[in-house]
């Protein structure tokens, strides 16, 4: 039952199917915002005027996507309310993650893909004129906290970026399938081929086939030769071009 219920999930996740994505999402997260309004009203949660009627206003774009799901634009148009309210009334940095998401559902839904400059200029106009707002509400040094924020978290997505660049790039590679029962190899030399591309040392292969290094090393050099290449660092290159299945 559980193995069933996260492979469903999990095909959700992965479906390319936006309006059902949309449809779901909109559901889940209109529940979640009926229970902070509530949690407003009965003053659970500290909020003024200008946050309550701004939740109220994301609930009902809720409901419209719950009902009309293909309207996916209406989604960054909820990320720009809540960055909106963050920038201004409370002067929480919150509303750059925010601004983020909606720049990301805009790209995935190819707003940008026609008159880019003028769209980049008003999306960049809006994100400047929230801080105008929040500076004429509360001064020059709560902005100059926001900005010294936003530097430092700018900085920080960039570290991670280059961080975690090589694994990005694998994950968003599509890599060719390469089938090796097409080679012309021994059931040892296949196996040898799987367990090297799960990037296993020859001692570690040696040890799962029961045989010894030596052994593994010549097979290697065989399967160097079928592939046409001059060693182990470009076997290593050419699995990370290629997804092997048998």
């Known amino acids: 039952m559980v193995k069933k219920i996260w492979a469903s999930f999990k095909e959700f996740i992965y479906s390319q199917d936006l309006i059902k994505k949309s449809r779901y999402l909109a ?4 529940f979640i915002m009926l229970n902070i309004i509530l949690l407003m009203y009965f003053k659970i949660l500290p909020s003024d005027r200008m946050i309550f009627i701004s939740n ?3 609930f009902f774009i809720f409901l419209i996507l719950m009902l009309r799901p293909k309207y996916s634009l209406l989604w960054p ?14 002067g929480n940095v919150l509303g750059l993650l925010f601004y983020c998401v909606s720049l990301l559902i805009l790209w995935r839904c190819n707003f940008f893909k026609n008159h880019t400059v003028f769209k980049l200029t008003f999306v960049l106009s ?3 004129f929230a ?7 509360w001064g020059l040094e709560l902005l100059k906290l926001s900005l010294f924020n936003i530097v430092i978290a700018l900085i920080l997505l960039a570290g991670g970026l280059v961080f975690f660049a090589h694994d990005l790039r694998k994950y968003y590679t599509k890599k060719k399938v390469f089938n090796i029962s097409k080679l012309d190899l021994t059931v040892r030399q296949s196996d040898c081929f799987l367990l090297a591309s799960m990037h296993l040392s ?5 040890e799962r086939l029961c045989i010894s290094e030596s052994v593994i090393k010549k097979e290697m050099t065989r399967i160097y030769q079928v592939l046409n290449i001059n060693n182990y660092a470009e076997f290593l290159i050419f699995i990370e071009k290629h997804e092997i299945v048998e």
């Open 126 to 128: 809006f994100f400047i």
């Open 77 to 90: 148009l909820i990320g720009c309310i809540a960055f909106f309210v963050n920038i201004f009334v409370g």
């Open 27 to 30: 559901f889940i997260f209109c």
């Open 131 to 137: 801080f105008v707002c929040q500076y004429v509400k």
């Open 56 to 58: 109220i206003l994301i």
């Open 202 to 206: 020859f001692k570690e292969i040696a």
